[in-house]
């Protein structure tokens, strides 16, 4: 599959379905290729479906059926707006930490595929006051799918969450308490952590 070489054939990308409620146009947004004027159009259209295909089909379609409508902050980044990004200091990595990550249509070092959105769960933050910080979610997540990082962050409890053919296991915050929450190896990886999320609803296969 070539890169989109008019509006039209990108209107068209757009329309690829990802899973059955996300469209591929859904994360092609960005305020630095917005306000920038960067093209954010994958270079490699069928790497970019098929690692966001697994990102909505195992992550964002469970947490949608089960807390209802996600709000996507961002998605996908090309090359050029990632390296843009970090090169302005503005909140993204290099391109190379950021393969199989925000860039979805380049495999990592060591050839894997991955996709990584950030997302806001309107259920949750709106039920802040009465629940275990945003480790309540952090945990549910966890126990529940197969996410492969997490990373909070302070403003409505926004996360990064990837999808990735390696999955680290690995949930880090930015937002209080900031720092590593869990990972393979330390004592609080294994076993179930529903106390933190007592409240949620039950979880719908």
Partial sequence: MRKPESMRALEDLGRTRLSENFFLRDFLHSEIAAFYGISNVPDDPALAIAAGTKLCEELLEPLQRHFGRL????????????????????????????????????????????????????????????????????????????????????????????????????????????????????GNHSGSHAEHYRGFPDFRR
């Fill in 71 to 186: 709000h996507i902050r961002s998605g996908y980044r090309s090359r050029a707006v990632n390296e843009f990004g970090n090169r302005n200091k503005l909140n993204c990595s290099t391109n190379a930490a950021s393969a199989a990550d925000h860039i979805w249509d380049m495999r990592d070092a060591g050839g894997c595929m991955g996709a990584t959105a950030c997302i806001v769960v309107p259920w949750v933050w709106d039920r802040r006051d009465r629940l275990d910080g945003w480790q309540s979610l952090a945990w549910w997540i966890h126990d529940t799918l197969p996410y492969a990082s997490l990373c909070f962050f302070p403003k409505l409890w926004a996360m990064n969450i990837q999808w990735h053919e390696c999955p680290a296991r690995r949930i880090a915050s930015y937002a209080e308490p900031k720092g590593l929450l869990t990972k393979q190896g330390m």
